[in-house]
């Protein structure tokens, strides 16, 4: 985690000082979509124990990638989800912003 604060750190150093300068950072995340929950640390406060729900939790939760891109001129992409399993490589970046569902300049 201290690498990539520092990484960071550097990054926006760089682009402070080149004005014309372009780089494209990536923060890919997989999402698992299930509640999280611990028991040890999660406290409810209530005055009756059926405020509380019940807590669901699924023997093998589902995941999903998700890329998104904000430009500094504030230029939004719209979220892509990757497909299950789907192998993210060069060609899957060039279609996904050549798709038309990208307005950044890329």
């Known amino acids: 985690m201290a690498d ?6 550097i990054l926006i150093n760089q682009m402070k000082s080149k004005s014309g ?9 997989i999402f698992t979509i299930d509640a999280s929950h611990n028991r040890k640390n999660d406290i409810w406060i209530c005055l ?3 405020e509380v729900k019940p807590f669901m939790k699924t023997k093998n939760p589902a995941s999903n990638m998700v890329l998104a891109v ?16 789907e192998i993210v490589n060069k060609e899957v970046y060039k279609r996904v912003f050549g798709g038309g569902s990208c307005p950044l300049d890329v």
Do not use: N, T, W
């Open 4 to 9: 990539r604060v520092s990484k960071g750190k």
């Open 21 to 29: 300068f372009l780089r494209f950072f990536s923060d890919e995340k």
């Open 48 to 50: 009756d124990a059926d």
């Open 70 to 85: 904000i430009s500094r001129e504030g230029d939004v992409m719209p979220s892509y989800f990757f497909q299950k399993k």
